[in-house]
């Protein structure tokens, strides 16, 4: 039985790869997805990047309305599976809240909510806007306060954008070796990562993986039957290990003003020139920070950065 799951596990694994190497050839075909522009001029380009907090000092959260309009069509699951933006997009209905709290209910010009990935005042859109940025859109966002019930008379907008599917160089400019970056599996193995390519690879055997669980749970009665089974295939799913520390290769893109590092961090890293102009301008509700910090008591991949 054993060999028997072993031999399912690796069929439908090199299923899942030739399948995602068909959709990214696919895509670069199809949609002709903008990469980022490597400069040979270093002295131009940023020398130091930080890290970019949002203050939870203006929270919110999603309306009502927005739970009852939410569209069908889900913006992050077109994207992880065409690897690009959908030509139109359909409104999102992006409408949120602010706290009625006298600790979190101010109006700043960064907004901390569940919105993906930053909930900006369109001051900081005009800034942004100026700056090298991975691929990425702008939505409208409703913002309203929490006793009045009124619409605030400012536009803000949704910065989104896409590091794993879409604008994911950024896995291809790490130093592996370097880095030291490790899979880790239930059993307590572990697999040193050489590459990208075992990093893409990590999802796409969790979910074979998954999929296997599935079809010997189809039933109680089945699932029952398949219990030692089951429980030796849980032990084979794979996790990235903490990493301290991440070593950015020589084909680093420094004309880069904002990027996140996929898997491996939680953290949005800007430049120095963005960071000068939010400064500048004086944009309030955000904090900087040195990357590999701990700034919080709840753990939050933050690896300190290098360069080669």
Same mark, same amino acid.
């Given at each position: 039985? *054993? /060999?028997?799951?072993?031999?399912?596990?690796? &069929?439908?694994?090199?299923?899942?790869?030739? =399948?995602?190497?068909?959709?990214?050839?696919?895509?670069?075909?199809?949609?002709?997805?903008?990469?980022?522009?490597?400069?040979?001029?270093?002295?131009?380009?940023? =020398?130091?990047?930080?890290?970019?907090?949002?203050?939870?000092?203006?929270?919110?959260?999603?309306?009502?309305?927005?739970? !009852? $309009? *939410?569209?069908?069509?889900?913006?992050?699951?077109?994207?992880?599976?065409?690897?690009?933006?959908?030509? *139109?997009?359909?409104?999102?209905?992006?409408?949120?809240?602010?706290?009625?709290?006298?600790?979190?209910?101010?109006?700043? &010009?960064? @907004?901390?909510?569940?919105?993906?990935?930053? +909930?900006?005042?369109? =001051?900081? !859109?005009? @800034?942004?806007?100026? +700056?090298?940025?991975?691929?990425?859109?702008?939505?409208?966002?409703?913002?309203?306060?929490? =006793?009045?019930?009124?619409?605030? &008379?400012?536009?803000?907008?949704?910065?989104?954008?896409?590091?794993?599917?879409?604008?994911? &160089?950024?896995?291809?400019?790490?130093?592996?070796?370097?880095?030291?970056?490790?899979?880790?599996?239930?059993?307590?193995?572990?697999?040193?990562?050489?590459?990208? $390519?075992?990093?893409?690879?990590?999802?796409?055997?969790?979910?074979?993986?998954?999929?296997?669980?599935?079809?010997?749970?189809?039933?109680?009665?089945?699932?029952?039957?398949?219990?030692? /089974?089951?429980?030796?295939?849980?032990?084979?799913?794979?996790?990235?290990? /903490?990493?301290?520390?991440?070593?950015?290769?020589?084909?680093?893109?420094?004309?880069?003003?904002?990027?996140?590092?996929?898997?491996?961090?939680?953290?949005?890293? @800007?430049?120095?020139?963005? !960071?000068?102009?939010?400064?500048?301008?004086?944009?309030?509700?955000?904090?900087?920070? @040195?990357?590999?910090?701990? *700034?919080?008591?709840?753990?939050?991949?933050?690896?300190?950065?290098?360069?080669?």
């Amino acid at each position: 039985m *054993q /060999q028997v799951l072993r031999s399912l596990f690796v &069929d439908l694994l090199i299923q899942k790869t030739l =399948k995602v190497k068909s959709s990214v050839t696919k895509r670069d075909n199809a949609y002709s997805v903008p990469r980022l522009t490597i400069s040979k001029n270093r002295k131009s380009m940023n =020398k130091e990047y930080h890290v970019l907090e949002v203050e939870d000092t203006s929270s919110a959260e999603f309306t009502k309305n927005y739970w !009852k $309009k *939410q569209p069908k069509f889900s913006l992050r699951e077109y994207i992880k599976e065409n690897g690009a933006y959908p030509e *139109q997009i359909p409104d999102l209905n992006l409408e949120i809240r602010i706290y009625d709290d006298v600790e979190f209910n101010r109006l700043n &010009d960064f @907004i901390f909510s569940p919105i993906e990935h930053l +909930c900006i005042s369109e =001051k900081v !859109k005009n @800034i942004i806007e100026l +700056c090298s940025l991975p691929e990425h859109r702008f939505f409208n966002v409703d913002v309203y306060m929490p =006793k009045k019930r009124n619409k605030v &008379d400012a536009n803000y907008y949704a910065l989104h954008y896409d590091f794993t599917y879409i604008q994911n &160089d950024i896995l291809g400019m790490i130093d592996y070796e370097k880095s030291n970056i490790r899979i880790k599996t239930k059993a307590g193995e572990y697999h040193l990562v050489r590459d990208r $390519k075992d990093v893409e690879n990590l999802p796409i055997h969790n979910k074979t993986i998954s999929e296997m669980i599935s079809k010997l749970s189809e039933t109680a009665k089945l699932r029952e039957k398949n219990q030692k /089974q089951i429980s030796t295939l849980s032990e084979e799913y794979w996790n990235f290990e /903490q990493v301290d520390k991440i070593y950015f290769n020589r084909s680093f893109d420094f004309s880069m003003d904002l990027f996140q590092i996929p898997y491996f961090s939680w953290m949005i890293y @800007i430049s120095d020139k963005l !960071k000068e102009e939010l400064e500048r301008n004086r944009i309030t509700g955000i904090t900087f920070s @040195i990357p590999g910090n701990k *700034q919080y008591l709840v753990h939050r991949p933050n690896p300190i950065l290098e360069w080669v």
